[in-house]
């Protein structure tokens, strides 16, 4: 069994898209949620690993 990670970035403009790390597949969605459906299409088994940044003014 292949397993396939994504990383999944929040736009700037809104919504999210995805990247498969070491394969050439890309998923985007208006949602976060959305946006894992729409990457579900394409592995059997997949694991997101969410990270968020947050820039804070000093």
């Known amino acids: 069994m292949t397993e396939i990670i994504f990383l999944i970035e929040e736009t700037v403009e809104g919504g999210f898209t ?3 790390l070491g394969e050439s597949i890309f998923a985007e ?3 976060f949620e959305e946006t894992k459906r729409n ?3 394409a592995a059997k088994l997949i ?3 969410t990270v968020k940044e ?3 003014l000093a």
Do not use: D, Q, Y
């Open 29 to 31: 969605g208006e949602t």
């Open 39 to 41: 990457i579900k299409e």
């Open 47 to 49: 694991r997101f690993h």
């Open 54 to 56: 947050e820039v804070i």
């Open 18 to 20: 995805a990247r498969a």
